[in-house]
């Protein structure tokens, strides 16, 4: 016999899930409008533009430290053209994280529900994005720049181990921050036309998957068990460590000519660059705190990632 808290239960769960059915009807609608063909939509004939930044300059970590105000115009433009491709490889990094959370998240799902539908469509942009970041790389001349073993290899056990909430906070974090730079980007009449091109075309298709998964974090931080819940706040505000800590390979002012230790200690007390990470990240960090994610020892490690302010 069902009680009545029984079916207030069954009613909240079936409402849940007419929701997340509706939100995925959106998504996919606007991705049969708004999608793109990297290889079509992009001239990647074109030369390398001279005078044009892979970057805009506000946004490369050194920007403003008194190493950059040492540096030519060409090495600062050269290391802009460094950290793109070292942030596009992060990017990979991420989306390739992201296609194996996704794929186990609708492991279990009904196959013909709206929710998977949508799930493998931004498996399919995500398979496109990859492929154009890696493009753009090799256009660019830079090399591509891995993240460090032991957070590739810390993150081969998140991705395989992690819960569905702790999946999609992590899946935000990667794709808001990165989000925020690349819509400073696009419209930059300084930076590359191949370069606002690729922007343009990731923040277009990653609105949808900041939704997709903002809905379906809200709705687990309300449905999962306590454990669950703190569990999520601790290994999100881990990944946001481990996030900023792999922003920017330090590889990068090797390979420019400059001294990598000080360039490291420099972008750390670099008070513009601290402003350029919380504003970037500003977006996400309210919408967890929002819906409870940004609480106790979860919220330490955030401060403590530099993407929080005290
Ligand atoms: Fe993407
Ligand atoms: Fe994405």
């Known amino acids: ?22 939100v995925a009807e959106r998504l996919l ?77 609708i492991y279990d799902k009904a196959v013909t529900s709206q929710h998977v539908r949508y799930a493998l469509t931004e498996i399919a942009d995500e398979c496109r994005h990859s492929m154009m970041f890696a493009k753009m790389i090799q256009k660019g001349g830079a090399p591509s720049y891995p993240v460090p ?26 794709e808001e921050i990165l989000d925020y730079m690349q819509r400073l980007t696009f419209p930059d009449e300084r930076v590359q036309t191949l370069v606002r091109g690729v922007t343009r075309i990731h923040v277009v298709e990653e609105a ?8 379906e974090l809200r709705r687990q931080m309300v449905t999962a068990p306590r454990w669950e819940q703190h569990f999520t706040r601790v290994s999100c505000g881990e990944a946001a460590r481990v996030f900023s800590t792999c922003f920017v390979n330090p590889e990068v002012y090797t390979n420019v000519g400059l001294d990598r230790r000080e360039a490291v200690a420099q972008v750390k007390a670099s008070g513009h660059r601290a402003e350029v990470m919380q504003s970037g990240a500003k977006r996400l960090t309210d919408f967890l705190d929002d819906i409870g994610v940004l609480q106790g020892v979860g919220r330490r490690l955030w401060v403590s990632s530099g993407l929080l302010a005290r």
């Open 1 to 22: 016999m069902t009680t009545v808290t029984d079916r207030e239960v069954l009613r909240d769960a079936l409402g849940l899930l007419r929701d997340r059915e509706q």
């Open 29 to 105: 609608e606007s991705s049969a409008k708004h999608s793109f063909d990297p290889d079509k939509e992009l001239d990647w004939e074109a030369p390398v533009e001279d005078g044009k930044w892979f970057w805009p300059p506000e946004l490369v970590s050194l920007y403003d430290t008194p190493m950059w105000r040492k540096m030519s115009e060409d090495q600062r433009m050269d290391l802009a053209r460094h950290e793109a491709a070292s942030l596009a490889s992060l990017g990979i990094w991420f989306e390739i994280i992201l296609m194996q959370l996704l794929v186990r998240h």
């Open 149 to 174: 073993r032991f957070y590739h290899n810390l993150a081969r056990i998140l991705k395989t181990v992690s819960t569905t909430p702790g999946s999609f906070a992590a899946t935000l974090l990667g």
């Open 208 to 215: 949808r998957h900041v939704r997709y998964a903002r809905e």
